[in-house]
């Protein structure tokens, strides 16, 4: 394998070559350069889609089990949700079952913002893995997730 160009000077990467973890790191910078580029504009990031998404998933879930879904520790998730609640995306109810907790509902311009967005996320999508057939996307996905678990 060869790097970027695949022409006759092109740098060996050695090693790299048949190291899984580099590959997938440099397909990730790929993926998310190619991520901002697709929602920008939107004022959207990788993480605030996926908060927005469980919420939609998930109305009036709590914020502590928002984080834990998407492994966001505890202080980061306070100023990402008042970022969705500034933005008017997302409303914040103390919860009927915690008082101490809050919960979140998204709002009709939360839906429209997410649903916006995944457009553009599977158009984007559709650009790095168009090449792959229905049966390859799952495999990967499967493969991913096989990974994703050993982290529990």
Known sequence: MM???DNDDAIRLGPLEDLVGYHMRRASAVVGADFARAVSGTGMRQV????L???AANPGI???MVGRAL???RANMVSLVNELVDAGLVTREVSAEDR???TFTLTDRGRTTLDDALVRIRDHEERLLGSMSAQERATLLDLLSRIEARGD
């Open 3 to 5: 790097a970027a160009g």
């Open 48 to 51: 605030l889609v996926g908060i």
């Open 53 to 55: 998404s469980i919420i």
């Open 62 to 64: 709590n914020q502590g």
């Open 71 to 73: 492994n966001i520790q």
């Open 100 to 102: 101490r907790a809050f």
